[in-house]
């Protein structure tokens, strides 16, 4: 019952921002917007998709190095999977399955996969950030942002990577959390490293240079002049990013275009050129991601119907 419950508030909340994005909305404008797109710029949004997809498995096969060599090639496929899991259902599945279905792949233990997700996620942020404020500090918004947050994002990422370790002495009387505090530290060892550190946070920023491209092609697809420089790409990137990270159903819709075409507002965009490019700049990369990440998800031998009934009741099996 709490599931359902769950499900269906965040429906009401992503039907509700919608209504609130679109509310005073011409939609044959929005729809004529559209059809005036140049479809140059817009087919180099597959290029840099497929790119920021490629650079996501590179991190993770790194960061997974210390338990285990992986093909890049099947941590991406696995990643991309995941991201077509977040945008098809609801609950953010997509991270679970993926941790449980690369244990099960690569033969690694599961809080050792989740260890790396983790890491992963955090020197992310830490990249993403780091951008958000190069880009911020050069349209002259840097006054009004707080400060630090590169390296508070970076320091927890260290924090984490050392912890472990000294966790680990403290449970030594207690052959189970050692064990536990083992495999996550062996998730988190490749932290420990400062040059494949360095590594997997240039390419999170590289990747969220890749994502950001995506809103300048498209800029230029609408001819939207004031968006169509890669500082302000950089601003939608974190912008859409942010709102992705709220509360909603499968693909985020709702909060994403509301968010994208109110920066877009602010600087002088018009509100149908404004939610016809938030529409674009989300629908387009979503689309392109869920059918690979499909393609793969069959390829493993699952369905989306078998990982609904794996990961939506119970929690994957940990390895000893």
């Known amino acids: 019952m709490k599931k359902f419950i769950s499900i269906a508030a965040t429906a009401a909340l992503s039907a509700a921002l919608l209504w609130f994005a679109f509310r005073k909305a011409d939609l044959r404008a929005v729809a004529a917007v559209l059809a005036g797109v140049r479809p140059g710029p817009a087919a180099l ?4 998709v497929s790119a920021e997809l490629a650079i996501r498995g590179l991190k993770w096969a790194l960061l997974l190095k210390p338990a285990r060599r992986v093909r890049v090639w099947d941590a991406a496929r696995l990643e991309t999977a995941a991201l077509a899991l977040n945008n098809l259902l609801p609950l953010r599945l997509g991270e679970l399955a993926r941790g ?5 792949f690569f033969g ?14 955090v020197l992310d ?6 951008l958000f404020a190069g880009a911020a ?12 947050w590169q390296a508070w994002t970076l320091g927890l990422a260290a924090a984490a990577a050392l912890a472990v370790p000294a966790a680990r002495a403290l449970t030594r009387r207690s052959p189970r959390l050692e064990r ?3 495999n996550l530290g062996l998730g988190l060892k490749a932290l420990r490293s400062p040059g494949t550190a360095a590594a997997v946070f240039l390419l999170a ?6 994502n950001a491209l995506n809103y300048y092609w498209l800029a230029h697809a609408f001819g939207l002049g004031p968006a169509a420089t890669i500082g302000r790409s950089v601003l939608l990137s974190f912008t859409g990013a942010a709102a992705s990270s709220a509360p909603g159903m499968p693909g985020y819709f709702g909060a994403f275009e ?3 075409s109110s920066v877009l507002g602010g600087w002088g965009i018009g509100r149908d050129a404004a939610l016809a490019f938030a529409a674009a700049s989300h629908l387009l990369p979503y689309l392109i991601i869920t059918a690979a990440g499909v393609f793969f998800l069959y390829g493993l031998g699952t369905s989306l119907t078998g990982i609904w009934r794996r990961f939506s009741d119970a929690e994957p099996a940990r390895d000893s």
């Open 100 to 104: 449980a279905y690369g244990a099960e």
């Open 180 to 182: 536990a505090a083992r």
């Open 125 to 130: 942020m830490a990249a993403l950030l780091t």
């Open 258 to 260: 509301l968010a994208v």
């Open 108 to 121: 690694i233990n599961f809080l050792t996969v989740a260890a790396t997700i983790l890491a992963e996620k």
């Open 205 to 210: 920023a590289l990747q969220w240079t890749m």
């Open 45 to 48: 949004v597959l290029l840099t």
């Open 137 to 148: 500090g050069a349209a002259g918004l840097a006054a009004r942002l707080p400060g630090g």
